[in-house]
């Protein structure tokens, strides 16, 4: 896997939304950080089946799906939707 280029957005984010459990969980600065990798599709922690699926799926207009950790090493997800109206942060267990 080819770490993508941070400099441009691929993609729209549209409203970002939070779940309550990340929004107390996740440090804001490590969600931004991320909103940006996703943004510039930067997949952060998915295997290689789910990078080439994102890949694609930025192709044709399906939904996208990232993993990062915070700097406590929380896993979390972005998730934008395939019309790219909404990015949803949430921890695993919201999912």
């Known amino acids: 896997m080819s770490s ?12 970002i939304v939070i779940t309550a459990n990340a929004a ?3 440090h804001p600065a490590d969600v931004q950080e991320a ?6 599709g930067d997949w952060g922690e998915v295997g290689r089946a789910d990078w080439a699926e994102n890949e694609l799926a930025l192709q044709e207009g399906e ?6 950790r915070d700097r406590a090493q929380q896993r979390f997800y972005l998730i934008t939707e395939a019309d790219r109206s909404v990015t949803t942060c949430l921890l695993p267990e919201d999912y």
Do not use: D, I, Q
């Open 24 to 26: 107390r969980a996740l």
């Open 4 to 15: 993508a280029s941070t400099s441009a957005k691929h993609f729209p984010l549209g409203r």
């Open 63 to 68: 939904r996208l799906f990232s993993v990062y």
């Open 35 to 40: 909103m940006l990798r996703h943004a510039c």
